[in-house]
């Protein structure tokens, strides 16, 4: 018995100093989470402007001693001033926890999980959704830590949530509908437009069947590679020869169509001679593609130029299918 005795008390430390309690949104005390309301429009403003003074007033030293490291990923969001900064809350997470844990706090409202370590005893963090630009709504995971009777960034996690208001759910159910048809091309176009969005978190914020959508994305491509071949595909025998490289998304009129990518070796300022070969290559994809649903409103084509310009850049010149007529689009 007197063996036994220490060994059921270091069993009862052990517990003790791993406890922790976990509160999300409703269940937070509201003045501590009103008192957060500022601190996270600022965080927005901070990222939105790149404003290292806000980051001074409300990081911790860890998190300003690295600020450049820290910030990275949030300095390579495209900011579109001309877009509203509305900031919403997703989810608000307490924690109390006595040494340091690994936390998993998921949403299941939102789908997605935040991963942290916690610095001190308590952790608060805030899931903001902010509107960058008119393309996309960014997610950030704003960790927080109470240091010294004051609540300090501890990290703040950006991922990508949605495409012109469509998320990764929405594409992913589009694709599924899509392939249900016998679309493959349009099946992983959506597909894959839902797998850039849910990869963007990073192994810190995770979304929901990510796995799931990266398989399924995978099996499209391979579908796709089976019975067309491996990107690039030749176009026509010339030398050099055109090529299909991909195929993306494009956003018109509230809706998300299928973007027919290849390459072009015509000089971008030959207007009439990309519009010949972009009748051409609209006549391959009828002729070699069944799998891209020709019946949606629009279909668009982009052409690359494969002939490199100034500094460097290689221009884009793009067609809009209409079905009944064809529509040059602005370089």
Sequence with gaps: MKKILPAL?????????????????????????????????????????NNNGAYYLLSSEDFYAKLSEKTKTLREIYWDPRTKPDVSVMDEFYISQEGIKNHELHSGK??????????????????????????????????YSLKEGKWKIDKIVPARYSFFGFNAND????????????????????????????????????????????????????????KHGKFPIIIKETTPAWQLMNFDMAYHKNGLYTAVHYGTWTPMDNVPALTAEYENVKKYMAEN???LDRNQPYIFYRAFSQIEGLYGRYDIHGFIDEKTKTRALKK
Excluded: W
């Design 9 to 49: 008390l270091v069993a009862l430390l052990v517990v003790s100093c791993n406890s922790s309690d976990l509160l999300t949104n409703e269940e937070i005390d509201p003045i501590i989470r009103k008192s957060f309301d500022v601190k996270n429009d600022s965080i927005a403003m901070a990222v939105r402007t």
């Design 110 to 143: 939102n789908g997605y999980t935040v991963h942290f370590a916690n610095t001190q005893k308590e952790s608060y963090v805030s899931v903001l959704k902010i509107h960058a630009n008119e393309q996309q709504h960014y997610l950030l995971a704003v960790i």
């Design 171 to 226: 594409m992913y159910k589009s694709a599924k509908e899509k392939e249900t048809k016998g679309f493959t091309v349009d099946a992983f176009v959506f597909a894959n437009g839902a797998l850039n969005l849910v990869m963007t978190g990073g192994k810190d914020l995770v979304f929901d069947n990510d796995s799931e959508k990266e398989d399924y994305r995978n099996s499209l491509l391979e579908k796709l590679q089976d």
């Design 289 to 291: 593609f069944p799998d």
